[in-house]
Antibody, heavy 121, light 110 residues
Framework: EVQLLESGGGLVQPGGSLRLSCVAS????????MSWVRQAPGKGLEWVSG????????FYADSVQGRFTISRDNSKNTLYLQKNSLRAEDTAVYYCAKGKYTSSTRHFDSWGQGTLVTVSS | QTVVTQEPSFSVSPGGTVTLTCGLSSGSVSTSYYPSWYQQTPGQAPRTLIY???SRSSGVPDRFSGSILGNKAALTITGAQADDESDYYCVLFMGSGICVFGGGTKLTVL
């Protein structure tokens, strides 16, 4: 059974930094692209960032480009999101999502339960 | 910037049929965007319903179906049930590793 467990959320001041982690189990982690998706309170889902299975390729939404860095440690089955220069509008539940990207499909097939990040003074 | 459009809200009677759509602010949605659909109830993580336009994820009832209708992707729920009352999101994959979520549709079953 695929399991994705996020951690690292909490309260941080504007301008501060935070690193989120997502520990994966139940599948060959290095074979799958992964993404972070966030949801601000009362708002919809927003794709934030993605990374290839090898970690060689990374992708970002315009809203976080230059401030967030996605990475992974395949030896630890762990996905990370380093968030710098945090703003109030980064307040959200952050989900990690397992991607299925092949020549014939692109979609998210498993989701974690999310970790809440609150940016406030 | 690419905007993926969805109806903000929709209502359906129990047992009825409803079709939610997913469009682009400019252009048409086609299968090359690999449209997928996700269901989310308050406080819960999203659940994958449909991928590749019309493939059902494991365990998803066959009353959920996906298609392309005109220039949009569509999610049809046939025989709506009370526990289908949720938020529904579509995602389009834009290429170059980027994907975009629609704003979501809040479905009420009453």
């Amino acid at each position: 059974e695929v399991q994705l467990l996020e951690s690292g959320g909490g309260l941080v001041q504007p301008g501060g930094s935070l690193r989120l982690s997502c520990v994966a189990s139940g599948f060959t982690f290095s074979s799958y692209a992964m993404s972070w998706v966030r949801q601000a309170p009362g708002k919809g889902l927003e794709w934030v960032s993605g990374i290839s299975g090898s970690g060689d390729s990374t992708f970002y939404a315009d809203s976080v480009q230059g401030r967030f860095t996605i990475s992974r440690d395949n030896s630890k089955n762990t996905l990370y999101l380093q968030k710098n220069s945090l703003r109030a509008e980064d307040t959200a539940v952050y989900y990690c999502a397992k991607g299925k990207y092949t020549s014939s499909t692109r979609h998210f097939d498993s989701w974690g339960q999310g970790t809440l990040v609150t940016v406030s003074s | 910037q690419t905007v993926v459009t969805q109806e903000p809200s929709f209502s359906v009677s129990p047992g009825g049929t409803v079709t939610l759509t997913c469009g682009l602010s400019s252009g048409s949605v086609s299968t090359s965007y690999y449209p997928s659909w996700y269901q989310q109830t308050p406080g819960q993580a999203p659940r994958t319903l449909i991928y590749n336009t019309n493939s059902r994820s494991s365990g998803v009832p066959d009353r959920f179906s996906g298609s392309i209708l005109g220039n949009k992707a569509a999610l049809t729920i046939t025989g709506a049930q009370a526990d289908d009352e949720s938020d529904y999101y579509c995602v389009l994959f834009m290429g170059s590793g980027i994907c975009v979520f629609g704003g979501g549709t809040k479905l009420t079953v009453l």
